[in-house]
């Protein structure tokens, strides 16, 4: 039986088709990243899965059960963690986490708020008022609020977002630890780095609709997250390029120049030295890996960077 | 049913406005008491509502009510426009709680709150004049119903209203009003005919009237009326409320 199951699904909103048919399945225990630019669609596809927002047309069912007609059941056996960070002023962590608990009907689950404290490191907060809390400290009383009812579908929505590189190592070691434990795991994010090193299939949204759907492996194989992105500060602004850059050029402003090149193919000391050749002073180099812009580029063109 | 859930939320309304007394209870008791002692020194001896009643015993029902239906709204209001502003109420959206089990536990909690401060102004009236007490059963109905009344209207002002200003123009220009010109401070006997006709159209009045006719026996129109009257506005309310909430009026869009 799937975690997840949709089919169909689309959603309007007064002046946006928010979703375009979805068809997707997120097998149990499967680690599932679904990644997308902001407004491609994700939190809404997540809100319509937890019973968070109306849709138009579809089916969408949780480990067999219609998240409509079975709400009930479907809000058991899910926990999500919202991407805004939000915080319930009146009370303390404890309170919180024994509030979220009794939602659920679970009144005796002391024990368990105390073990999910203690893995989110919250333990020694719990008497503290959530006003108190840095923001950090909140996305942990999240996760915990998303947990308390342990649920088997666990989604996390942007969990990174904002966090800084500390946090995000620890929440990348607290769901890795969630899914070895057997938890179904459903990540949004925004950060192709951080799909590639925790899901083991992932779909790529964009506008609405699914542009990829495949495991790691074979979207990697695809070409997909092949390319590289480098910024290139000169000490004057550029009049002209050299020809053998053209087809690599992302953008050029002022002594701004920024290329995509292949991991495999492109040099970047040939890129320089055409560059120098060119008569460029370089001032400055940066590199990062290919973002979900450029994942989009490769998409759209057929894999030609 | 999950009645648990139902309980718990419930509870965290109840100790949500438990965690702000000073704002909740004490200030609504000490607002009455201040309109106790300037009406009730104005116009004690110059008017009289009821046979055989002076005007500030008169006055302390009114206050009560008046009392109880402005924090009976503000409670599921302001709790529910907290949650959507602060972005909190997803975490009792994502809960099996069903949309009857939600609208009891925000109108239950109303109706204690609407209920404790009616009792805070009825006890701290009566230390200025004594308040008989005719039918204990029509003034715990009329207050029980009353305030639900309110908290469900709170229900509804807390999903529609996108911001706190919204929310106060609802208490400012339908609550505030119709309950000072429901008949606190007077009885409507004393208005001219015209103004006495288009009372009979505002709710707060009959809330107001049968729940005085508990205290004195009298009251400007049969409390049966009343109660009927309150409680199909009851019923009215709640259908819309439940409606909203069914459908995930502005909450689940």
Known sequence: MSAISITGLHKHYPRVHALKNIDLTVERGEFFGLLGPNGAGKSTLISIVAGLTRFDRGLVSVLGHDVVADYRRTRRLIGVVPQELTFDPFFNVREVLRIQSGYFGLRRNDAWIDELMQALMLTEKAGANMRALSGGMKRRVMIAQALVHKPDVVVLDEPTAGVDVELRKQLWTFIRRLHREGHTIVLTTHYLEEAEALCERIAILNRGEIVALDNKRALLARGIGRTRRVCVTTAEPLGSLPESLAQKVRRQEGNQLELQLDKHSDSVMAVLDALRAHGAVITDLNMEGADLEDVFVELTHGGSA | ?253
């Open chain 2, 1 to 253: 049913m999950n009645p648990a859930g139902l309980y718990t939320l419930f509870y965290k309304e109840i100790l949500r406005f438990g965690k702000v007394l000073l704002q909740t209870l004490i200030a609504p008791v000490i607002t009455a008491l201040l309109y106790l002692l300037v009406f009730g020194h104005v116009f004690e001896g110059r008017v009289q509502a009821f046979a055989g009643v002076s005007y500030t015993a008169f006055l302390i029902p009114g206050l009560v009510m008046m009392s109880v239906i402005q924090n009976a709204f503000a409670n599921s209001s302001s709790s529910l426009i907290q949650s959507k502003v602060t972005g909190n109420l997803v975490f009792v959206l994502l809960t099996p709680l069903s949309h009857l089990e939600f609208f009891l536990a925000f109108v239950l909690a109303a109706a204690v709150r609407g209920v404790l401060v009616g009792l805070g102004v009825y006890f701290a009236g009566t230390l200025f004049t004594p308040v008989p007490v005719q039918h204990l059963g029509f003034i715990l109905l009329f207050a029980f119903l009353s305030s639900a009344v309110l908290g469900a209207t709170g229900v509804i002002a807390g999903i529609w209203a996108e911001k706190f200003d919204q929310l106060a123009g609802f208490q400012n220009f339908i609550i505030l009003p119709l309950s000072f010109l429901s008949g606190v401070f007077y009885s409507i006997h004393s208005l001219p005919a015209i103004w006495q006709r288009l009372s009979h159209f505002n709710p707060f009045f009959y809330m107001i009237d049968g729940f005085r006719y508990g205290f004195f026996g009298v009251s400007d129109i049969a409390p049966g009326v009343s109660l009927l009257v309150v409680a199909v506005s009851l019923a009215v309310l709640s259908g819309i409320t439940l409606l909203m909430l069914k459908t995930g009026y502005k909450l689940r869009d």
